[in-house]
Nanobody
């Protein structure tokens, strides 16, 4: 499956932004996640959602501010980001996993990756 992330941009601290990840194939077979990589830092887990039952998991740094959701009929995954902080600035990637341990957030468990979309939060 091919993934295409979009929706990034330049916003101010406190603003909201919604990222989308459109898949070329059916995502109903995959758990879907969002990761991010800031300049000079390693890629880190942001959020993930179960392929069918809607269970979600978040990094502590975004819990209560970000919401991951999915629309399997549209083969699309979303990341609603609110109360954005400057430290949220990063390239955001969507990814797909079929591994039962997907909720661990380990990026090695995600097989398919999108190209990334830049999110910049200014103070």
């Amino acid at each position: 499956v091919q993934l295409q992330a979009s929706g990034g941009g330049l916003v101010q601290a406190g603003d909201s932004l919604r990222l989308s990840c459109a898949a070329s194939g059916r995502i109903s077979n995959y758990h879907m996640g969002w990761f991010r990589q800031a300049p000079g830092k390693e890629r880190e887990f942001v959020a993930t959602i179960h392929r069918s039952d809607g269970s979600t998991y978040y990094a502590d740094s975004v819990k209560g501010r970000f919401i991951i959701s999915r629309a399997n009929t549209k083969n699309t995954v979303y990341l609603q980001m609110s109360s954005l902080k400057t430290e949220d600035t990063a390239v955001y990637y969507c990814a797909a996993s079929s591994n039962v341990q997907y909720s661990s957030g380990r990026d090695s468990l995600y097989k398919f990756w999108g190209q990334g979309t830049q999110v910049t939060v200014s103070s």
